[in-house]
């Protein structure tokens, strides 16, 4: 199986690539020029590197990318500076999970494809009643306003849920949401749940960027757990302890 990666220089896209490739898997990545990627990639043969801007990229560049890819996960975040949360693109997330879905609708596989979506626990599955405190509401409606990377992070997950739905016939998706992002060496034991079993503002859980990794890499090659979770957007924290 070959997985086509975006974001992979990222900290959570770097973890991903490599617990892919641990698994077997052959992966394709796309990286800017100026991308920080382990070394020993260039000379991995499990390791595609397609240099460019994905804001970029046309949509016939795009089928040509996901030619022989079974997979699509994005990681794709605004850097948290200045300039990557108020400058462009505003939408980078949304963008480029729009240009990979009209991409995959212009392929030839024979299944459909397999979308990863890296998103956050402060968006909420609109397709379920979640329950939502009034403060967090308050607090989530300004973050609208003042944040960027929040609104792109929503769009990108309701692209999936609205525009491609359940039973599409090119593209299947999970939308992965973390809590608040710590990093730990290893993987360790976490929790999925179908919804957020606390507040992402008032009582925040902690989830490791190798476990977000993990979890990413084992729905892509994990028939059953695709099964599981497919069209859903599972909600991932660090075990207690």
């Known amino acids: 199986m070959k997985t086509l990666v975006a974001g992979a220089s990222g900290a959570t896209g770097k973890l991903l690539v490599e ?29 595609e590197i397609i240099k460019g801007n994905v804001t970029e990229i046309s949509v016939d560049d795009m089928v040509n990318h996901l030619s022989g890819c079974q997979a699509v996960a994005c990681c794709l975040g605004h850097n948290m500076t200045w300039k990557g949360i108020y400058g462009k693109p ?12 009209e991409a995959i609708a212009k392929t030839t596989s024979e299944k459909p494809i397999k979308f990863v979506l890296m998103n956050t626990a402060g968006n909420s599955n609109r397709d379920l009643d979640e329950p939502v405190s009034f403060g967090q509401r308050i607090i989530i409606g300004v973050l609208r306003v003042l944040l960027p990377p929040h609104p792109d992070n929503e769009a990108a ?9 359940p039973g599409n016939p090119s ?9 608040t992002l710590i990093d730990l060496e290893n ?22 960027r190798i476990n977000v990794a993990h979890f990413m890499a084992r729905l892509i090659t994990d028939e059953a757990l ?4 497919k069209g859903q957007m599972p909600v991932i924290y660090n075990d207690a302890g």
């Open 90 to 101: 505003g939408k980078l997330v949304a963008g480029t999970v729009r240009l990979i879905c």
């Open 187 to 208: 993987v360790t034991g976490y929790s999925l749940h179908q919804s957020p079993t606390r507040s992402a503002i008032f009582n925040p859980g902690k989830t490791s």
């Open 19 to 47: 617990q892919l490739l641990r698994s077997g898997q052959r992966v394709r990545i796309i990286v800017r020029s100026s991308g920080n990627i382990p070394g020993t990639w260039s000379n991995h043969e499990g390791v």
């Open 157 to 165: 997950a309701d692209y999936l849920r609205v525009n491609i739905g």
């Open 226 to 229: 695709w099964n599981q979770w």
């Open 171 to 179: 593209a299947e998706w999970v939308v992965v949401r973390p809590d």
